[in-house]
């Protein structure tokens, strides 16, 4: 199955995230594709800015464009849950988000 990828950024998509999927130059010579993703700052007829999570600023000449489109933003940042007071969460019968979930066994009858 072939995809057909659409260029669909235009000015009035700044300040939205977006996924940005262009021709890059590749080290040693040549191109290869790459994805920027991040805030448009700017789009006019000859390129476009995009602002990465880093804070790196990516311009990248609309001919070099392959496919675009806003996505949703980025999802909150999940908090680790905090240990029990019975020791670490290993322990304990609830699943840890870092480490899945876990079926403890006791001894005990």
Known sequence: MRYRLELRLTAADVGE???????RPAAGGGEEVADVLGILEAADRDSFTVRKASGEVVVVPRERALGGKTVPPAPGRRRHRKQLSRGSHHGSAWSCPACGPRLRIRADG
Do not use: D, N
Not at 17 to 23: A, C, I, P
């Open 17 to 23: 995230r977006v996924v940005l999927r262009w021709r």
